[in-house]
T-cell receptor, first 112, second 108 residues
Framework: DADVTQTPRNRITKTGKRIMLECSQT?????MYWYRQDPGLGLRLIYY???????NKGEISDGYSVSRQAQAKFSLSLESAIPNQTALYFC???????????FGPGTRLTVL | RKEVEQDPGPFNVPEGATVAFNCTYS??????FFWYRQDCRKEPKLLMS???SGNEDGRFTAQLNRASQYISLLIRDSKLSDSATYLC?????????FGAGTILRVKS
């Protein structure tokens, strides 16, 4: 089984809809991250969490919110999706003692 | 100026060739450096960390030049399976900053 899983893997939705992307990990890591990837721009950090009670905004948090339900679960929400939120979204985890991040398989989101 | 800049490529090389990628970063206080590999539509995976003294892992060699704020990756004896996007990554305090990636295509 994969250590970092994301659901759904693909989603097509309409402008204005609320969307939740979920991430779960079995690595026992405290730190979790949400990124989006757009062609030519690389990965950009949306939110990150260093433990269950810690939530931090990243580079591009506007239009997004997160919830850290447990050490193993970190969800990303788009309250009212817009077309420029069409992207590939990755969740990642890391241990507190290292910078190395482990990524989930990604969620491809299309907002029409 | 972007925090981490890479030549996007693509680099098209024959099997067996040696190819080098470069990356520059803007934050002189950065302490950790990495190369990640990303296959098409897949998640990024750590290829190697980059140490000040330079480090080698099989056919891959990474170098760091702190004075010039420059990181490199050298791939020797390229294989078809090396075809991917290579991401230069820099630690910026509590978070990693990713370059946009360099595309490598190895052809037979």
């Amino acid at each position: 089984d994969a250590d970092v899983t994301q659901t759904p893997r693909n989603r097509i939705t309409k402008t204005g809809k609320r969307i939740m992307l979920e991430c779960s990990q079995t690595k026992g890591h405290d730190r979790m991250y949400w990124y989006r990837q757009d062609p030519g721009l690389g990965l950009r950090l949306i939110y990150y969490s260093f433990d269950v009670k810690d939530i931090n905004k990243g580079e591009i948090s506007d239009g997004y919110s997160v919830s850290r339900q447990a050490q193993a679960k970190f969800s990303l929400s788009l309250e009212s999706a817009i077309p420029n939120q069409t992207a590939l979204y990755f969740c990642a985890t890391s241990a507190a003692s290292t910078d190395t991040q482990y990524f989930g398989p990604g969620t491809r989101l299309t907002v029409l | 100026r972007k925090e981490v800049e890479q030549d996007p490529g693509p680099f098209n090389v024959p099997e067996g060739a040696t190819v080098a990628f470069n990356c520059t970063y803007s934050n002189s206080a950065s302490q950790s450096f990495f190369w990640y590999r990303q296959d098409c539509r897949k998640e990024p995976k750590l290829l190697m960390s980059v140490y000040s003294s330079g480090n080698e892992d099989g056919r891959f060699t990474a170098q760091l030049n702190r004075a010039s704020q420059y990181i490199s990756l050298l791939i020797r004896d390229s294989k078809l399976s090396d075809s991917a996007t290579y991401l230069c990554v820099v630690n910026d305090g509590n978070k990693l900053v990713f370059g946009a990636g360099t595309i490598l295509r190895v052809k037979s």
